[in-house]
């Protein structure tokens, strides 16, 4: 302290004290766009930019970091690979609008050798091969210690067919296109042979049994099917998002962006039979699993009442787990006893 005055002292906010969401939000908000061709900024699964009347292109990326994102004590490079492909496809998906093109951003440490690298392009290969998307470029560099992976999926789409999360209407039916919870579910497994596996290096992992949770963490699938039978059967979403962070953070990025509320049923939720078995193990309730869980990379989308009719009696695969509600009716799930609680982005709270 001089002269008796405290020292100048700027202002340092913690960023947990923002959040993931927030800290975005607080970042972005001074770029407003400056090309008439960019239809769709930040706050999508990707972003959409003007080509023509009949093409517009997707855009979406994101970063993988090791220790955070991925453990390789227990993740094969070549599912590492496949993964970071995959994710990123789900976004142009989500968007109702085909992949073309991925670039892929490496930065590795001196640990890596150039066969583990070959694991790793292995299993980006074999995701382009799938998806027929090509890569197209990249970077590379190098870290103090571990593995970074940023991939970019460019995709496109007839600007009519896009469906973004703000359009949902008050009355359309919630629909998801398979289980949720079992990716979560995986990794607990994984997460739990691990501390098994560094108290006695000896002791040998029988995954055999759970290879359905454990595949559902270690390599998704990106869900082009359902893209592909909803247009042929020519219903397009009123919104839709995948499903990466949990049913309850993903519906809520549909409605608050919508403007509307919610009512979901747990019972009409798809859970996978071993999602209920291995969940009473870890003695987690199975619903907590499928609303915060994660990394399911289903489809969560809503459509009109009429679409809703047709998909109930016509298309296989595809579940109605609720309908849309006016804002002022908040976001609800009905629990199998019947009890509403108030579905949260953190978990659900009682009411
Ligand atoms: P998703 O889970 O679908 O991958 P995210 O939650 O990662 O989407 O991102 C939400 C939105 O915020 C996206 O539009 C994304 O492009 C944007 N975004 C995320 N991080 C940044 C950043 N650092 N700068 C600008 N935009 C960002
Ligand atoms: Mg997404």
């Not at 100048?8 to 923002?18: A, F, N, V």
């Not at 400056?34 to 699964?45: A, I, R």
């Not at 970077?139 to 703000?166: E, F």
Request: proline content about 5%; charged content about 20%.
């Amino acid at each position: 302290m001089q002269n008796g005055k405290m020292p100048y002292q700027p202002k340092q906010t913690p960023i947990s004290s923002l959040g993931e969401f927030k800290l975005i939000e607080h970042l972005t908000r001074p770029f407003s766009h400056q090309q008439v061709s960019t239809l769709k900024g930040v706050g999508d699964d990707a972003a959409v930019i003007h080509i023509n009347d009949h093409h517009a292109m997707v855009v979406s990326t994101d970063l993988l970091v090791e220790g955070i994102h991925f453990d390789l004590m227990y993740t094969p490079l070549k599912h590492l690979g496949y993964k970071a492909v995959v994710v990123n496809l789900s976004d142009i998906y989500a968007m109702n609008a085909t992949p073309r093109q991925i670039t892929v951003s490496i930065a590795i440490s001196s640990r890596f050798t150039v066969e583990a690298l070959d694991e790793l392009y292995e299993g980006i290969a074999a995701a382009c091969q799938r998806y027929k998307v090509d890569l197209v470029g990249g970077d590379t560099s190098s870290t103090l210690k571990g593995m970074v992976i940023s991939v970019t999926a460019i995709g496109d789409a007839h600007p009519a067919q896009i469906t973004y999360r703000n359009q949902a209407q008050i009355g359309d039916a919630i629909c998801l296109s398979g289980d949720l919870g079992s990716a979560y579910l995986g990794l607990q497994i994984l997460e739990r042979e691990k501390r098994i596996f560094l108290d006695n290096p000896a002791a040998q992992p029988d995954l055999e049994e759970q290879s359905y949770l454990i595949g559902r963490q270690l390599k998704p699938e990106a869900r082009h099917d359902i893209v592909a039978l909803l247009a042929k059967h020519r219903i397009k979403p009123t919104a839709m998002i995948d499903v990466s962070d949990g049913l309850s953070s993903d519906l809520l990025h549909i409605c608050t962006q919508s403007g509307i509320g919610c009512r979901i049923i747990e019972e009409y939720i798809p859970v996978h039979t071993d999602t209920l078995e291995v969940s009473a193990q870890f003695q987690l309730p199975p619903i907590t699993c499928m609303l915060n869980g994660g990394e399911d990379y289903e489809l969560l989308f809503t459509v009109s009442p009429q679409d809703a009719t047709y998909i109930e009696q016509n298309l296989y695969g595809i579940a109605i787990i609720g309908h849309t509600v006016p804002a002022d009716e908040g976001y609800t799930i009905i629990s199998r006893g019947g009890n509403e609680h108030r579905l949260s982005a953190q978990g659900w709270k009682h009411l």
